[in-house]
């Protein structure tokens, strides 16, 4: 399951440089994550960097967009290999 960014947000810019995966980007008014990159941090980190240092707590997990660890690790792969 991807994260999303609530509006909640109060735009702090420290989730942003945390994304391994390049997910997190300013949007029209506060931060959003792109699904198709976030992975939660698996293949990365144990937990969602993003989630970790948000002073706000507004990164839940995307009812949206659902996956399992196995889906979220072949994105993973998926992005790691392209970068290579």
Known sequence: MALYITDEC????????????NAI???????????????????????PQCQQVCP????????NHVESEGQLMDKYERITA???
């Open 25 to 47: 980007s300013e949007g029209e008014e506060i931060y959003v994550i792109d699904p198709q990159l976030c992975t939660e941090c698996v293949g990365h980190y144990d937990e």
């Open 10 to 21: 109060i735009n702090c810019d420290v989730c942003e440089p945390e994304c391994p995966n």
């Open 82 to 84: 392209a970068q290579v």
């Open 56 to 63: 706000v707590d507004c990164i839940p997990k995307d009812p």
